[in-house]
């Protein structure tokens, strides 16, 4: 099993950028997707979910609003659009594969992608 995140890179403050996670190696639709960050010195934290349909998402509340996760079970990919991004959103982003619904904790995903650099420049 693979997930490949790409998309990260550097951009000024309120602008936007797109991740997406391609997954290889398992049946895509089984699975919720999330996508984690993890900022220098910091833990890791949970950023947004969405089921295996694409019906249901949910969102931390720091980018609520502001950002939106979806997939396309027909590519085996998810996606990020992160728009009026923040210095505070720079981190190291992380998508992630689980088959336990509804779930925030990083113990309970089974698969991990390598992760992709989002830097936002004040």
């Known amino acids: 099993?693979?997930?490949?995140?790409?998309?990260?890179g550097l951009v000024q403050?309120?602008?936007s950028l797109r991740l997406a996670c391609v997954a290889s190696g398992l049946n895509f639709r089984a699975y919720t997707l999330s996508w984690f960050r993890q900022a220098p010195a910091s833990e890791r934290e949970f950023v947004a979910r969405i089921g295996w349909s694409g019906g249901t998402t949910y969102y931390t509340d720091s980018v609520k609003g502001r950002?939106?996760?979806?997939?396309v079970n027909a590519n085996n990919t998810m996606y990020l659009q992160m728009n009026n991004l923040r210095p505070e959103d720079t981190a190291v982003?992380?998508?992630?594969?689980?088959?336990?619904?509804?779930?925030?904790a990083g113990r309970l995903y089974k698969y991990w992608g390598q992760g992709t650099?989002?830097?936002?420049?004040?």
């Open 1 to 8: 099993v693979q997930l490949q995140a790409s998309g990260g």
């Open 13 to 15: 403050a309120g602008g």
């Open 67 to 71: 950002f939106a996760i979806s997939r």
């Open 93 to 104: 982003y992380y998508c992630a594969a689980g088959t336990v619904r509804g779930v925030t």
């Open 117 to 122: 650099q989002v830097t936002v420049s004040s």
